[in-house]
């Protein structure tokens, strides 16, 4: 829906950026939703991102603002002078504005926080230092607290003061002086309780609560767990210091599901989507992984290759010929061979259906809107072509100088797993893309299923290969 | 912090239970957060959980009761009598009293309807009319709507009527006289407002929704996109039929993320948890897909029995002479027997890991409360028996009356896939298992490392049950 919505609206935009007509992306910005401005903003270049939303108080600016994805933010401050940067660092929220900093080059950041009022500083400077993994380093330091021994009527008038900046004011911490978390009470309570009651007879006192050094991930699954709309964090003194609040919970759980699943498929966790991860990045956090790979896929060939030793007789250890296709050949190194496309395989397949997985699935009906980002299916070939040049020239050295077996029969298993990983590579890129075109789940193509379909390809390659070089 | 929390209590409530302390058990269930109360209550038979229950009022009864998982209702609500449970059922929240009937016998729930009164009964039908994938399969029918025409004191007069029956009072929705949906206001706003005004005058118009037939992740996926506590649903004439809640939200997060995984290592998905799928389930959604894999591996097989007929020559093509420990018996089938190990024990790491990653981490702490349930290792061991059977039967029939290479060159591969079963199962259960227990992620065990691991053992098994059979 926002996706059909964005696209009619865009060249309305373009239209009023090219015209500078300031009142008219004065009310764009005022009328839609951040995250629908967002996703039309995306569009443009950085530098009309600004244009457009020079025409809005600095409040929205900065909510939209903090809706744009982290890769695309850092762009976009690369574009403001130091006055403006901190004006809008200021002005955003504890726990995004970190985000924010933590990418940004050092000497920059140094240079930004004397620009920054001292309180804001403070805040900027321990959210920074804590574990980018803890419950510290999603909080929000902006929440709505009460002493206990006021009533309801004056607990809604101080709230109103506190509501403008507090991230929620749904859950309402009552703290004693030392600011210590002495209880809980939520915005529907408080506004069904009589007006004269005191706090501290009607709040919840055995509040959950974590710890600003637990594992994010524990916190998200903590506040899902008791249904929370904020988890309250407090430091080692048990003093409240940030809540982290469901929406951030949510970000998180999808942020590991995805860091689980790339694991699973045996790349390494990307800190951006893969789309916006740079191909150098790509290539370090797949290759990684396949070298390692294999390198126990040659500990197999290492081991074949000693029972081979051991109990074949002299007719079928061909082997040990200077030249020609023989069985000892395919036999030891076919694994390896299967092995380095299914692995790249998998890499891909893995990939694309997360990146499906997190794209609204009306765009992959049959026939409408979708497409998949031509340029992407094209890094995908670099990335093959890299990978496969760094394991081929790997397992060429190996079978050469380790296994001595001649450099032409060296150059036979450097070439298949090129031309396999290649392949590999292909498969699951496009079998994914196909599954999800026909309307099928594009999961189905599970790494054990791209492996054994690229075995089937790997066979037939090394023959061929075998044949025509040998 | 729950879990020791939850161990120290139990022995009191068994107590409690045991002596019929009212009194006590009526505090247990009122002092403590419902979730818990589920924690401690999860250790008592089904029977004497009712027994704790009965200590309360019908509503702490039932949020309690909410809170437990879905396998362990059905367990507890056949303990009751007609008319328990459907005072149970009528007060229980719209979403998860459907969850809960789509699950109950047919029969019992025709029969539990009359004595439900009439308005929830047609919610019920209604609600279990929606496809299982469907936002109206998770969203609530109690949300808080106003009119645009009141004043905003007026405002906060009905919405504390409504409080108690709505699920969130945070968002309240502006319906027209046909419930279409005209307008949103957030509680938060409400109490800003100034008294007098008109809620027309405040509300947002521009309200993101999603329709009634649409997928349950693609809503749970804009809602956390727009950082909604909750996200609208309307029927396709735009009247509002539901809302789907924040918790809700990141529930279907963490089921779908299962789901992809469990689809990425070739395990078809589970409705329950994994430790709360009864066995012959697991076999099932296991072995379909080792079937399917083992089919294009005998493939694999086929093709490179295929090149070695019209590449080698006849002295190297031993696999025609009646018996002996030949290169070619290796070399075709060493694939298969490979990845048969290789892919149950990929599903198993896949399962295990899943698990761990579902469970709060402080219990992996080597030498703290962590301990994997023994009974869980052992069904593995009973999976991977039955399992490794399986396959070994079908590549044993395959060997021997497809590739016809005689009896007991069959045995040698049906033995060897038997026992690579049961060993890559035991790997991808039990290296997972270590990781965590030293403090490592063991998401590190990728599919395509088990699988790797696996084919080393793979090799030796195979060259030493040939050297003993054959």
Known sequence: MPDAYSSLILPDVRQMVREDDRHGLTEFCKVLHPVVVVDILEELDPRDVWVVLDNTDLRLRVEIFEYIALPRQIEMVAQLDKRRLSELLEEMSPDDRVDLLSRMPHDRVEDLLPLIAQAERNDIRRLLSYDEDSAGAIMTTEYASLPANITVNDALQQLRQQAPDSETIYYIYILNTARRLEGLISLRELILAKTESVLSDIMERDVIRMRVNEDREDVAQELARYNFIAMPIVDDDDRLVGIVTHDDAIDVVQEEATEDAYRQGAVEPLRDDYEDTPLLTILWKRGVWLLVLSVVALMTAAVAGHYEQTTADGGSRAGD??????????????PLVMASGGNAG?????????????QPADAAVPGTGFHVNRQLILREFYVAASLGTLLA?????????????GIDRSLVVGLTVFLIVVLGTTAGTMLPILFRRLGMDPAIMSNPLI???????????FYEVAIWLL
Do not use: E, H, N, Y
């Open 346 to 358: 998998s890499q891909s397949a893995t990939l694309f259906i997360r990146m499906f997985a997190l």
């Open 321 to 334: 010929a200077p030249s020609g296709l023989t069985p000892a050949l395919i036999f030891l190194f076919i």
């Open 451 to 461: 492996a054994a379909i690229v075995d089937v390809m790997g066979v037939v390659i």
């Open 393 to 405: 020239t790997m397992d060429f050295l190996f079978v050469w100088l380790w296994f001595d077996k």
